[in-house]
């Protein structure tokens, strides 16, 4: 999803533990999607319960954020609002290629062929309102802070990293960039040895970081160029100009300096284009939200999750991580204020 930038970013690999104390902006779609790609059975089929609802969402945000709790780290998940009516077009094609690999998933299964099955089902992830309300649920039983974008949660993110009330925003999209966030996390939840999408190998999968400043410096370009970049390669928000890919759009920028004279020279347009450039640079997000949590809600977690099937113990074990972590970071952030005094 989103505008591919990897072959032009020079990321920098962090360990969690250089993250202690941070608050992070999660695009909580975006982690979302990955955990329901990634916590799959072999034949790709995601976790469910025994009345057939997807669980590997909440599997996720139970576990894999007690990890990031026991970093150190303090989450605030950003909920997207409601799609701009440029991205209509990008939400259709995607259904038609969920549509397509749930198809090639099913042929897959009944010719025995589990790899190319579990490949195509990761494809086939989808954000439905029982998979949104209960991961709503779970993370507001945990106590951690929600906020509700009036647009994209990208957005939304880059706005509270911009006021400094986060660290960084947290997503697997390089759109992020777009909107203006200094500071960028890549793979916050998926660190670890994964397969490579369509491939047969494994590489290992690291948090990597994204300066919005030193990514600009290195290509020599700024914020707003950026944006007019990426236009020409095509964004949620329009289709791009066929066989312009980032690197001939980033020297065409380069050399024209905004997107009005390089669509005068090679003779294109992208149909409010305007538009598309004020979603990216001027938007305003909402104010409505707080980054700090709440104290978890143990019987209600428990009684959500046994509810989906998952075992109380490990429940509980999971809970007794964060509840631990908490009160050793408050009984840190307790003594530096006190050692403030002296």
Request: hydrophobic share 35%.
């Amino acid at each position: 999803m989103g505008v591919n930038l990897s072959d032009l970013v020079e990321p920098k690999t962090v360990e969690l533990s250089d993250l202690r104390g941070k608050k992070v902006a999660v695009d909580t779609y975006n982690i979302a999607y990955q955990f329901m790609s990634a916590i799959r059975q072999a034949d790709g089929f995601p976790l469910c319960d025994n009345k057939g609802r997807t669980t590997s969402h909440l599997s996720g945000l139970l576990y894999r954020t007690a990890n990031l709790v026991e970093a150190g780290i303090e989450p605030i998940f950003v909920f997207d609002g409601k799609p701009h009516r440029l991205k209509a077009a990008t939400l259709e094609e995607r259904k038609e290629r969920r549509d397509k690999a749930q198809e090639e998933w099913k042929a897959a299964i009944e010719r025995g062929d589990m790899k190319t099955a579990y490949t195509k089902a990761q494809q086939t992830s989808r954000m439905t309102p029982e998979v949104r309300e209960s991961a709503k649920e779970l993370i507001g039983y945990m106590g951690f802070p929600m906020v509700l974008a009036p647009s994209d949660g990208e957005q939304q993110a880059a706005y509270m990293c911009n006021k400094k009330d986060v660290y960084a925003a947290a997503s697997q999209d390089f759109d992020s960039l777009l909107f203006g966030t200094p500071l960028l996390l890549r793979n916050l939840t998926l660190t670890g040895r994964r397969k490579v999408p369509g491939k047969d190998i494994y590489k290992e999968i690291k948090t990597e970081t994204i300066d919005s400043n030193e990514f600009l410096e290195h290509l020599g370009i700024t914020r707003n160029q950026l944006v007019d970049m990426c236009m020409l390669i095509g964004t949620d928000f329009n289709q791009g100009i066929k066989g312009i890919g980032p690197k001939k759009a980033l020297k065409l920028i380069r050399d024209n300096g905004d997107l009005e004279t390089v669509m005068h020279k090679i003779g294109e347009t992208i149909p409010e284009y305007e538009e598309i450039r004020d979603i990216f640079l001027n938007y305003s997000g909402t104010d409505e939200y707080e980054t700090k949590y709440k104290p978890i809600d143990r019987q209600a977690v428990v009684d959500m999750l046994t509810d989906y099937d998952f075992d109380a113990n490990r429940v509980n074990s999971a809970l007794d991580r964060i509840e631990k972590a908490r009160k050793e970071a408050d009984a840190k952030r307790r003594q530096r204020s006190l050692d403030s005094w002296f």
